[in-house]
């Protein structure tokens, strides 16, 4: 065994190193520190182990895997990074270092009672079976479950007559609806949601979500109003999503869904339709997040008052803010979940909904199960989706399976289904296929190819930049004209895999603006200039602002001087209204006319083209390609660096891999990892 981990102080040393060479956040190399502080006697491999687990959560793992990190140590840790510059100094790589040390050995090392521990006591480290977590996120993970498990077991008790009732409601909120191959998954959905107080509706784009939940909502609010037993009330229903940009789409995309209801032959329809909230709020702001803490005022204590929480872009949802929604809960309330179980998980700790989400391709529904949701749904659910041994948590969970965006001819719906399924060979036979909502692009040496794109993509955006309002103009003038220009910016997406290198992100926005001004498109190319388009890095809680909120640099009149202009950065609000917010309270912003895939989960753009690098890469997944593709509304391109095929086949093998296991449900009310 390697010096480094037979002595606490060249453990110490080592973990420094790391740091130096930028493998390790700072915080990795002090949280072992206080450790060896704090138990000076503690075993060198413990305090590797809490520094690695430290790392795992930098990298959206909710915990260590130590069996993984002992078949292969690179490809758990991924150290060093794959854009690594080379060190400083020279050090030795964790995979050089670990190799050798068993399963054995890390479990041995594991023993300190009072730095690990398990369900009982306050050790900061919580070892179970072969994982190790940080106790705070050892917690979340046990509160999620047990929320989820309080509500999946509250199933509604139903005589003859309310089934009769429920069913008759179905039948009229989707009586208008074009076919679809049975069974409709809709339907089911709203049943399954019917069945417990939690709920997972699932489904790539187009599946209709959004419409479903919408329904749903109608269907629960005509129970609740039309209650014959004396206790009819409104229900208090609150929608929310992770971002800024996702509430703002689903907050349009619910508004359209509730005017388009069907409601005229059910009793008291209108007061339903107006039942329905439209207005969608950030996870945060419903909250009631504290500025720069991890508090929220809605907690165990002061829950949220509500009966129903709908919860979009759950993929984006990472398990400490999970855990701080269900805590927040009433015991009695409904959480319903939407989102893409296939897309990329959160960059935060916890793939939360894809873990959740993990059988839902099967259905895996208990007979009895079936009964009930044929009988509210009047479906008939495949035998295939019919499990015996099915668990609780599968009763929640359903997933959309007809695309209503793109049918069968669809160039961009096969290309994902391609994907998803891993088919490289099926992937590249789409993508020639001439499809007119594909595009394949080889890049050429100097990156023309490239540039017309760019050029093509971009110039309506700016277009519209140039068309300001004359100074004199009232301000709601202005306001249209900056929702205008966000509207037609999200006609066109270039996306990156990848930060560094010739293809990533970084250098590609300093090249996009340079020749968006050569092109006289922008007036500067650095700095605050118009038409400059910006994605917040960190959560404002005083502007109101999140991570991943885009905004654009647009010239605005002083008030006091309508002849004179100062930039100011427009966002578009979740209830549709625009915020001028001056740049200078903006320190965390990037230029996104490239951005990565990760930052544009919760977006959809009329064009979406991804870029993909000329190496293989770790982060290069297919889920990452999945969630690139499926960004785009109406085209598609993926560009590729010449020669570099291998590359997307490469990505279609790989899967996005979790250190972490979100919670599961068993049958029996355990639970399983």
Not at 7 to 17: K, P, T, V
Request: proline share 7%; glycine share 8%.
């Amino acid at each position: 065994m390697n010096e480094a981990l037979r002595s606490r102080e060249a453990c110490l040393r080592q973990l420094e190193s790391w740091v130096a060479a930028g493998w390790l956040r700072e915080l990795d190399a002090v949280f072992p520190a206080f450790l060896a502080r704090e138990v000076p006697e503690a075993d060198p491999l413990l305090l590797m182990a809490a520094a690695l687990a430290s790392h795992q959560l930098g990298r959206g793992h909710v915990c260590l895997d130590l069996a993984g990190l002992v078949r292969d140590p690179a490809e758990t840790l991924a150290i060093p990074p794959e854009e690594a510059t080379p060190p400083p100094v020279p050090t030795i790589e964790p995979a050089a270092l670990l190799r050798g040390v068993g399963l054995a050995d890390w479990q041995g090392a594991l023993t300190h009672a009072s730095l690990v521990g398990g369900a009982q006591g306050t050790s900061p480290l919580v070892l179970e079976g072969t994982r190790l977590y940080l106790r705070r996120f050892w917690e979340h993970e046990q509160s999620v479950r047990a929320g989820i498990q309080q509500r999946l077991a509250r199933t509604e008790a139903w005589s003859d007559d309310a089934l009769e009732r429920a069913r008759a409601v179905i039948e009229e909120l989707f009586r208008s609806d074009q076919e679809v191959p049975p069974p409709n998954w809709q339907k089911l959905a709203c049943a399954v949601a019917l069945r417990s107080h939690f709920a997972i509706v699932t489904g790539g784009p187009g599946t209709g979500k959004t419409t479903t939940v919408v329904r749903l909502l109608a269907l629960l609010q005509h129970l609740a109003l039309s209650a014959s037993d004396g206790s009819a009330r409104r229900l208090r229903i609150r929608l929310a999503a992770p971002t800024g940009k996702a509430a703002a789409r689903l907050n349009a995309s619910i508004s359209g869904a509730i005017d388009k209801l069907h409601l005229g032959r059910l009793e008291g329809g209108e007061a339903v339709r107006q039942a329905i909230p439209r207005e969608v709020s950030t996870v945060h702001r419903l909250l009631g997040s504290f500025g720069g803490t991890r508090r929220f005022r809605h907690d165990a204590t002061n829950p949220l008052p509500l009966d129903v929480l709908v919860l979009d872009e759950a993929s984006m949802v990472d398990l400490e803010t999970m855990a701080a929604v269900i805590a927040a809960l009433p015991a009695r309330a409904r959480l319903v979940l939407l989102g893409d179980k296939d897309q990329l998980a959160s960059v935060e700790a916890g793939n939360v909904l894809g873990e959740l989400c993990s059988r839902a391709d099967g259905g895996h529904y208990l007979p009895r199960t079936r009964d009930r949701l044929e009988a509210l749904s009047g479906e008939r659910i495949p035998a295939d989706f019919v499990d015996a041994r099915g668990e609780a948590l599968d009763q929640g969970v359903v997933k959309l399976r007809h695309s209503f965006r793109f049918g069968a001819a669809s160039g961009i719906g096969q290309l994902a289904q391609a994907v998803n399924a891993g088919d490289a060979s099926r992937a590249h036979e789409i993508l020639h296929a001439g499809h007119g909502d594909l595009a394949w692009m080889e890049l050429d040496p100097r990156d023309a190819a490239l540039r017309r794109l760019v050029l093509e993509g971009h110039r309506p955006y700016l277009e519209w930049v140039a068309r300001r309002p004359p100074p004199d103009a009232p301000r709601e003038l202005f306001d249209t004209w900056a929702r205008s220009v966000l509207q037609a910016y999200a006609g066109f997406q270039l996306l990156c895999a990848v930060r560094r290198g010739p293809h990533g992100v970084e250098g590609l926005n300093e090249r996009i603006a340079a020749l968006l001004h050569a092109e006289k498109l922008t007036p500067a190319a650095s700095g605050w200039y118009a038409g400059r388009p910006v994605m917040v890095t960190r959560n404002d809680y005083a502007l109101g602002l999140m991570n991943g909120d885009v905004g654009i640099a647009l010239p605005l009149p002083v008030p006091e001087d309508p002849q004179r202009f100062l930039v100011r950065v427009a966002f578009e609000g979740s209830d549709g209204e625009i915020r001028w917010v001056l740049p200078s309270r903006l320190p965390a912003v990037e230029t996104v006319f490239a951005m990565t895939v990760h930052k544009s989960q919760g977006s959809e753009f009329g064009h979406a083209a991804l870029l993909l690098p000329q190496e293989a890469s770790r982060v290069l997944t297919r889920e990452l390609v999945y969630t690139g593709i499926t960004r785009a509304r109406d085209r598609f391109t993926l560009a590729l660096p010449a020669g570099a095929r291998p590359v997307l086949d490469l990505a279609l093998q790989r899967r996005t891999r979790q250190g972490g296991v979100a919670p599961q449900v068993a049958p029996a009310g355990g639970v399983r990892p």
